[in-house]
């Protein structure tokens, strides 16, 4: 319980941290007076073994993030001085680094305005990336401390502010000028994560932008991508990250192409000039008019993939590897199904429709074509769906689904259906649309009827997965994956009434139906609402709320996960539960799943790098 309430006070921002860890480092701030009215701030960086942090300058044209503390910007002390370090940094791969272990980084500051004896909270913003000799984590970018800081009177808070420097009459030329901002832009880009993208507002610039790359000699990059799309989130948290990328990256001029709204002009660009509408899709464009393109998405530990993708960038024969994402929606297809027939409105049905067809198979019909048309019925209610959500949308399936407005009615409808699930209230269509395609006839039309009702009558427990495979169909773009999504869904559903049909005696091998579907319900809707922060995620980036970023999505997810570990080991119950008298093997099991994956999400709040499932996670 501890844990839960500390995740829920993490997820909404109410713990003050004077030290903390994050991203593989723990930080921790201190004060040492000096003089009267001046002391040091202390903080020390204490990275996870084998771990580094970068020196206090870097390169401009270095990769890596700069190791920085610095006042915050309005704070009631005044530095005094450059940031010292208490270690000597060593070259790595080109760019200087501090020993693997703790460091201690000191500046000097003037301390605060007031009575003698009391202390003032001073805010400091400290920057780093925690390395290994081969990967980094994410970055932190001026991650605040608030540090109490010994009070005098006639401190830094009624001090007279510096008088200005004299400068030359004569400012630089404009050579100078642009160079010196192409320095500071290249410097913030190396500190920033390592890839100096530049992001286009428009068709206009990135056609410009292209040009000039090319007139210079020089490929170009683009990345087309967008908040909304998880596997470019993945890759630019795993693959675009490592040090051998940004260095293949530094040969090219970078462009990313945002498709989400309201950029729907550089999302018709992608789709006018380049024919495609996937996303991650990396497009080498070389100045002799050569094209190279690239959309898999892979993991940095799949060596052989990550060779053929530097050779991509490092302008070698490029193909359409196509997108890593195809099988991933195979199996949620294929398991958004499976879990539909486990449900209490479809479970049951199994077993009635046979006998149903046992009856007609008396009369003389055959059961497997009765069993086909059934299916048939079925399948033609939801790939009719999936046609119905495509010509709707037409062929901007991926400008819809980077949406805010998308997003948030898909996120309104998983948290009716989740509650709906959980029983709080009844999900059911009018009974004028369900005796539309009713009725009780018989033979072969009748049995595609029955399919049809089935498919419409069981909405309240097919409606969530259904709707998150076409959620999965729309955010790749692509109109026919609608189509055969719903088809491979549906078609698993269907599929048992078929084999049932050929061998009938598999039907007593099924488990009765009894109290355990209303704790797989329960269990769905749990998960129904978890999904729902995914889409919140989207609404927030666009709109700016500042609630749902990586902190607080980890921390309910954690938390969900942690309920879930509990209501399955029988700790916490709802309507209509059964007590749990004993705590089987299958359902230790279960719990021990939730458990750990509940404690395995936890984890990434204190610094612990999530992997893939970074991809799922904005920035806070």
């Given at each position: 319980m501890r844990l839960l309430l500390l995740l829920l006070v993490t997820a909404l921002g109410l713990a003050a941290e004077p030290a903390f860890t994050r991203h593989g480092v723990a930080v921790r701030a201190a004060v040492e007076p000096v003089e009267a009215r001046q002391a040091d701030l202390v903080v020390t960086f204490t990275p996870e073994p084998k771990h580094h942090v970068y020196a206090l300058s870097l390169p401009a044209d270095g990769a890596g993030v700069a190791t920085r503390v610095a006042l915050a910007p309005g704070a009631p002390a005044r530095a005094l001085g450059p940031l010292r370090a208490d270690q000597a940094t060593h070259d790595l791969n080109g760019l200087p680094v501090f020993p693997d272990g703790p460091v201690t980084l000191r500046l000097a500051v003037e301390l605060p305005d007031g009575p003698k004896g009391s202390s003032v909270p001073v805010r400091v913003l400290v920057t780093y990336m925690?390395?290994?000799?081969?990967?980094?984590?994410?970055?932190?970018?001026?991650?605040?401390?608030?540090?109490?800081?010994?009070?005098?009177?006639?401190?830094a808070a009624s001090a007279p502010a510096p008088a200005p420097v004299p400068t030359a009459a004569a400012g630089p030329d404009a050579g100078q000028i642009r160079a010196i901002v192409a320095q500071e832009l290249a410097r913030h880009a190396a500190e920033a994560g390592g890839i100096p993208w530049r992001r286009v507002a428009g068709v206009a610039e990135a056609e410009a932008a292209i040009a000039a790359a090319h007139a210079q000699g020089r490929s170009v990059l683009l990345d087309f991508t967008g908040p909304s799309c998880n596997n470019c989130q993945v890759m630019e948290k795993t693959v675009l990250r490592r040090r051998e990328v940004v260095r293949a990256f530094a040969r090219l001029e970078a462009l990313q192409i945002n498709t989400d709204p309201p950029h729907d002009d550089l999302a018709d660009w992608q789709q006018r000039r380049f024919h495609s509408q996937n996303r991650p899709l990396y497009v080498r464009l070389d100045p002799g008019g050569g094209e190279a393109r690239w959309s898999a998405v892979f993991s940095p530990a799949d060596a052989g993939t990550m060779e053929r993708f530097l050779a991509f960038l490092g302008g070698g024969e490029g193909r359409d590897l196509g997108t890593g994402s195809g099988w991933s929606f195979v199996w949620l297809a294929v398991l958004g199904g499976l879990v539909t027939l486990l449900m209490p409105c479809t479970y049951p049905m199994i077993p009635f429709t046979l006998n149903v067809f046992t009856k007609q198979a008396a009369a003389g019909r055959r059961i497997l074509p009765l069993a086909l048309f059934y299916g048939g019925g079925i399948m033609a209610c939801f790939i009719g769906l999936g046609v119905l959500i495509t010509g709707v949308f037409g062929a901007n399936l991926a400008t819809v689904a980077g949406h805010p407005l998308t997003n948030l009615l898909i996120a309104a409808l998983f948290v009716v259906l989740g509650f709906g699930l959980m029983g709080a209230f009844l999900i059911r269509l009018p009974g004028g649309l369900e005796g539309l395609v009713g009725g009780s006839r018989g033979g072969y039309l009748g049995a595609l009827v029955m399919g049809l009702t089935f498919a419409v009558t069981a909405f309240s427990c097919t409606a969530p997965f259904a709707g998150s495979v076409l959620a999965a169909a729309v955010a790749t773009g692509s109109w026919g994956t609608a189509v055969w999504g719903m088809a491979i869904y549906s078609g698993v559903i269907a599929l048992p009434f078929i084999a049932l049909a050929l061998a009938p005696g598999l039907l007593k091998a099924l488990p009765r139906a009894g109290a355990w579907m209303n704790e797989f319900k329960v269990v769905g809707g749990l998960v129904e609402l978890a999904a729902a922060l995914k889409f919140l995620v989207i609404c927030d980036h666009a709109w700016g709320w500042?609630?749902?970023?990586r902190t607080s999505t980890l921390a309910l997810w954690a938390a969900v996960a942690l309920v879930l570990a509990g209501y399955v080991a029988g700790r916490l119950r709802f309507a209509g539960d059964a007590e749990v008298k004993e705590l089987g093997i299958p359902r230790l099991c279960f719990a021990i799943a939730f458990l750990a994956l509940g404690l395995w999400l936890a984890a990434g709040l204190f610094g612990a790098d999530l992997g893939m499932m970074e991809g799922f996670f904005p920035g806070d």
């Open positions: 925690a390395c290994t000799a081969d990967s980094c984590r994410i970055p932190v970018q001026d991650a605040e401390l608030t540090v109490a800081m010994p009070a005098v009177p006639g401190g500042g609630v749902f970023g």
